[in-house]
């Protein structure tokens, strides 16, 4: 029911000139920072360089696998698939993600040929446009943000109906987190291009016809070049080629989704509600900051690695903005939003985030689970139940 009536409606935000307040002072004070220090926000020298190492780590993998040295032995050739795999990941951590967001370069030109760096790791880089742009605009919001449809898989949040199978979620997420890039190879490009006529809250959707030549195109390359090419010209096993195939996706599968619902389903994030006229009763950049939470910010390895996305909060406010700058310009966020009383959320570790999101999964698991909507001056940690 509740499902129908945000899916009828235009979901808006609606803020108060209170609100607004803080977002004119938080944007001008990164502007600040940009203007002091003569940078652009787009991407640096070291961003270009990072982007290199990963296309570069992609052919050396690839090249590995199909000079047939590692067919001999099962276990390396199956090391070696999985490592293409995160070479996937890294390409789309470092170049993709914020291409879609047109952060990389001042031309759009530039942003979307990196953006088709999605389409060559085998997944529509148009619709990733589309379903990410979405769910930036909604984060949370049951209905339509797209990450939170997983046909009754999961229940992330209480406004999900219940179902029996919930009860084990946070054990069987390891299982189902690494295959959803598997299924997203595999069916979801085709479900959501031939399925569905709706994303998020973009209603009768029609997509280019272009972007269908373009989806069987990149569709296959990437079947030729990871199962095919392998299948005629490697020495293993049919079988064994099949195997390897299925593992460029478990891991990296498991990491990619880890990462991204690590920052906005955990034990202090809220799932606000849209009222009977569409109306979201809030600012968007505090609609943020009480949907979505760091981790590991001080890392730098590990923001390196996953491309910022660990830097969470300020890459919704700001999406326009490249990843590299999100470690100094995040205490400006942490300050502005301590001048305004207003809470931010992050986690010191990797393991903690982890925790978080098992012991939310956990709590949702009931079927009375009881989760604030919005931020209460005393709400700023969930009762468990
Ligand atoms: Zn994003």
Same mark, same amino acid.
């Given at each position: ?6 899916? +009828?409606?235009?979901?808006? *935000? =609606?803020? !108060? #000139? ?11 004070? &990164? ?117 939170? +449809?997983?046909?009754?898989? *999961? =229940?992330? !949040? #209480? ?11 946070? &054990? ?122 760091? *981790? ?90």
């Amino acid at each position: 029911m509740l499902q129908k009536t945000i899916s +009828e409606k235009r979901v808006k *935000f =609606r803020s !108060t #000139p209170q609100k607004d307040e803080f977002i004119k002072v938080l944007r001008k004070n &990164i502007n600040n920072y940009f203007k002091e220090n003569n940078i652009s926000k787009h991407a640096n020298t070291e961003l270009w360089l990072k982007i290199a190492v990963a296309y570069l780590f992609w052919i050396s993998i690839y090249s590995l696998i199909m000079s047939d040295w590692l067919s001999d032995n099962p276990i390396l050739l199956i090391v070696g698939f999985s490592l293409l795999g995160f070479a996937n990941i890294f390409i789309t951590f470092s170049s993709v993600h914020d291409s879609v967001h047109d952060a990389i370069s001042p031309k759009k030109w530039v942003n979307q040929l990196l953006a088709r760096g999605m389409d060559f790791v085998g997944a529509s880089s148009y619709l990733l446009r589309q379903m990410h742009g979405e769910h930036h605009k909604w984060v949370n919001i049951h209905g339509i943000d797209v990450t939170l +449809e997983t046909h009754g898989l *999961f =229940r992330f !949040t #209480p406004h999900q109906p219940w179902k029996p199978l919930h009860k084990f979620q946070h &054990i069987y997420i390891p299982f189902l987190y690494s295959m959803a890039q598997l299924q997203w190879i595999i069916f979801k490009d085709f479900k959501w291009f031939f399925g569905e006529s709706h994303i998020g809250n973009i209603k009768n959707i029609k997509h280019p016809i272009s972007e269908y030549f373009i989806l069987f195109l990149s569709k296959g390359l990437y079947y030729t070049l990871t199962l095919v090419l392998p299948l005629i010209f490697l020495s293993a096993s049919w079988w064994l080629i099949l195997i390897g195939w299925v593992s460029i996706h478990i891991l990296s599968g498991l990491t990619f989704a880890l990462v991204f619902q690590c920052t906005h389903i955990c034990d202090g994030t809220t799932y606000p509600m849209p009222d009977e006229e569409g109306n979201i009763e809030n600012n968007y950049a505090l609609h943020v900051l009480a949907t979505t939470a760091d *981790f590991s910010r001080e890392s730098r390895i590990g923001t390196w690695l996953i491309g910022g996305i660990n830097i969470h909060v300020i890459h919704h406010i700001f999406p326009e903005i490249c990843h590299v700058h999100y470690p100094k310009i995040t205490p400006i966020l942490i300050q502005t939003a301590k001048e305004f009383g207003i809470e931010y959320m992050e986690f010191k570790t990797f393991g903690q985030a982890f925790r978080n999101h098992i012991k939310m999964l956990r709590h949702l698991s009931n079927r009375e689970a009881n989760v604030p909507m919005y931020k209460t001056e005393n709400a700023s940690t969930i009762q468990m139940a």
